[in-house]
């Protein structure tokens, strides 16, 4: 079954940190560029960071440049989102995608006192 299964959401004071991962399973995870998208109630989903197939190259969305960091370990089918330096508008449900096409459930992140 092709799909992708986020975990690691949570809440999380301002200033903190959590790490995103996507199980990917049903196909060749490493011939694939990899997003993490989010969407904040009441907003459009939006792109927050890239990853080329091998991992050797990324892009941020300039919010969370420099706070965020997208990987993949292509041995584990599993794709990554460590952010630090959390704010409150950050907050939104975080979803994996591949392609553009492929979605996973979502994982919620709050960043809230």
């Known amino acids: 079954q092709v799909q992708l299964v986020e975990s690691g959401g949570g809440l999380v004071q301002p200033g903190g940190s959590l790490r995103l991962s996507c199980a990917a399973s049903g196909f060749t995870f490493s011939m694939y560029v990899m997003n993490w998208y989010r969407q904040a109630p009441g907003k459009e989903r939006e792109l927050v960071a890239a990853i080329t197939r091998s991992g050797g190259s990324t892009n941020y969305r300039d919010s969370v440049k420099g706070r965020f960091t997208i990987s993949r370990d292509n041995a584990k089918n599993t794709l990554y989102l460590q952010m630090n330096s959390l704010k409150p508008e950050d907050t939104a449900v975080y979803y994996c995608?591949?392609?553009?096409?492929?979605w996973g459930q979502g994982t919620q992140v709050t960043v809230s006192s």
């Open positions: 995608n591949r392609g553009g096409t492929l």
